[in-house]
């Protein structure tokens, strides 16, 4: 049975930083895009960042950009989400999805559909 689990969640004062990982078992890494959702109290799950198969192609929604760097190894399962500048907006649970995808350079998916697997989520919360 797949499993991914999230890991590295937390409080920090806003400014901080936090590093996410999602460790993923019985599955194929390398054949799955991998990519980071979040949700707020009272809205919708939205799409934080994502990496394609090989890690040469990288997703992230204009709120992120320029502070949150997704990552992956192979080798080693994992998939991660180096979290700077936190902002206050940036509170949520944070999950981590996989997608397969036949080709090893396909576009990293932006959309809850495109996501075949879900981990249970971390919670970060960054006070002000």
């Known amino acids: 049975q797949v499993q991914l689990v999230e890991s590295g969640g937390g409080l920090v004062q806003a400014g901080g930083s936090l590093s996410l990982s999602c460790a993923a078992s019985e599955l194929t890494f390398s054949n799955y895009v991998m990519g980071w959702f979040r949700e707020a109290p009272g809205k919708e799950r939205e799409f934080v960042a994502a990496?394609?198969?090989?890690?040469?192609?990288?997703n992230y929604a204009d709120a992120v950009k320029g502070r949150f760097t997704i990552a992956r190894d192979n080798t080693k399962n994992t998939a991660t989400l180096q979290m700077n500048s936190l902002k206050p907006e940036d509170t949520a649970v944070y999950y981590c999805?996989?997608?397969?995808?036949?080709?090893?350079?396909?576009?990293?998916?932006?959309?809850?559909?495109?996501?075949?697997?879900w981990g249970q989520g971390t919670q970060v919360t960054v006070s002000s």
């Open positions: 999805a996989a997608d397969r995808v036949w080709y090893l350079s396909a576009v990293p998916g932006t959309r809850i559909s495109d996501y075949d697997y």
């Open positions: 990496i394609s198969r090989s890690g040469v192609s990288r």
